[in-house]
């Protein structure tokens, strides 16, 4: 089922560069075409929960509107789009910005740097019904309650239909996957003993909010641990 969506569903779909602001603001070219990356459900975690800095990552949120798939489907066009999404929620697109950034110069796979335990914070399913326009709802982030990010859906390149025939023009969407439909301008870093906290609006209604805390990660990796690469 689609409000059981962190447990059951098999991927993440995650659209870059899907605000012209914010791709300017990365010094990343507007696209002309969709594009997307994947990220493993093992980096979901939930309202109240802990995102983890790993040792030597400059961690950069990116808060979302998250696109439910609600039944499974291949090549659907955008006129059938919606019949496809089951449901919404909030997500922070967590990024090891320097780690991405390396790779982008090498030519190399975001993997690593978007797939860490800990980077895909997400509330709880919303209710198709409880959404009356998915392109104008507010999207906004603050660190320590200082606002960073604030803007709306409206101001998508490529509406979420159209993200939608894209990406299942490629690959199968299956009940359950989440589909991350870009951020707005205001990216930054965010380091540990810093609070996040999130909000998706619909007018003056209040769809879904996360409160995060940020600590360093214990463990093995450290960025950079292999200078020669």
């Known amino acids: 089922m689609a409000s059981s969506f962190r447990t059951t569903g098999r991927k993440i779909v995650a659209i870059g560069r899907n605000f012209a602001d914010h791709a300017k603001e990365l010094n990343n070219a507007v696209p002309t075409e969709p594009f997307f990356f994947l990220k493993p459900t093992s980096s979901y975690i939930g309202d109240g929960d802990t995102v983890e800095v790993p040792k030597g990552v400059d961690c950069h949120y990116e808060v979302e509107l998250g696109v439910v798939i609600g039944k499974d489907g291949r090549d659907i066009r955008a006129a059938d789009a919606e019949d496809h ?4 929620a909030l997500a922070i697109d967590m990024t090891a910005r320097n780690m991405q950034d390396k790779a982008k110069r090498k030519g190399l796979p975001w993997s690593a740097a978007k797939g860490f335990d800990t980077f895909n ?7 198709k019904s409880k959404v009356a326009d998915a392109q104008n709802v507010r999207l906004w982030l603050k660190v320590n309650d200082q606002t960073r990010q604030d803007g709306n859906t409206e101001d998508m390149i490529f509406p979420i239909p159209q993200l939608i025939e894209h990406v299942s023009s490629i690959m199968t969407l299956q009940a359950g996957d989440l589909l991350l439909t870009g951020t707005p301008k ?10 996040m906290h999130a909000g998706l609006e619909s007018g003056s209604k209040i769809l879904a909010e996360l409160k995060l805390n940020v600590k360093d990660r214990e463990g093995l990796f450290e960025f950079n641990k292999f200078k020669q690469a």
């Open 85 to 88: 999404i089951g449901g919404y």
């Open 121 to 127: 914070p997400v509330s709880s399913f919303i209710e």
């Open 186 to 195: 205001g990216v930054g870093s965010v380091q540990a003993g810093q609070t």
